[in-house]
């Protein structure tokens, strides 16, 4: 019961405080179910800044039941398969968050690169989108892989535009007019993460 309370309490605060970060989540739950009206649906497919290329699909279950005798007793079990038909709620409930988890690892892997091209023979410690080195390594690991990657990342133009050009494809030609505008883009000045003091703990 607590879970669901402190979800929702979850949710109405980012949309209160991340109010950009909300519209973009909503717009790519708007591509998500676009995608899902597909007659002959096809995995949802992106790429990331490192080029790896991402597949979402998540179908709908197919219920099905089976009768057998065990131990002279009749047994009804239920298993589940999946259909040929996207779940078009699974898929926009999931679809936001992959995306974002495909961009921040993506950003791991550029920090890593960076890392291992510097030559300091760096240890490394990950959890999901938290990454750490040795205390020694620390202002050099933030300075010069982590800042720059994440510019490098998102100082090429609207990451959103890309992730559009290759969703287009998959929604069927008469849904493309129902296709939202992207989000428009703030006036943050991207390069200033390289200057942030408090950009990653």
């Known amino acids: 019961r607590l879970v669901p309370y402190v979800a929702r309490k979850v949710w109405d605060s980012i949309s209160e405080t ?22 002959n649906p096809l995995p949802f497919m992106w790429s990331t800044p490192t080029g790896f290329v991402v597949q979402q699909a998540k179908f709908r ?14 047994l009804k079990v239920e298993y589940l398969t999946d259909s040929k ?3 078009a709620n699974k898929n926009a ?16 892997q550029m920090t890593i690169n960076k890392a291992l ?14 990454f750490g080195v040795h205390a020694t390594d620390m202002d050099y690991f933030l300075h010069q892989c982590i800042k720059p990657s994440f510019y490098e990342m998102y100082s090429g133009g609207n990451v ?6 290759e969703m287009t494809p998959l929604i069927p030609e008469k849904s493309r007019k129902n296709i939202p505008e992207i989000p428009q883009l703030g ?6 993460v390289l200057n942030s003091e408090f950009f990653f703990s």
């Open 93 to 108: 409930q999931s679809l936001s968050p992959n995306y974002i988890h495909s961009m921040d690892a993506a950003h791991l």
């Open 18 to 39: 991340v109010i950009a970060a909300r519209e973009a989540m909503d717009w790519i739950t708007k591509i998500a179910r676009l995608v899902t009206k597909n007659e």
């Open 187 to 192: 006036d943050l000045d991207i390069s200033e």
């Open 117 to 130: 091209d510097s030559g300091r023979d760096m240890s490394f410690c990950m959890i999901h989108d938290s």
């Open 61 to 74: 279950m197919d219920r099905h039941q089976v009768q057998t005798l065990l131990d002279g007793r009749m």
């Open 85 to 87: 038909e996207l779940d």
């Open 160 to 165: 959103l535009q890309k992730f559009l050009d």
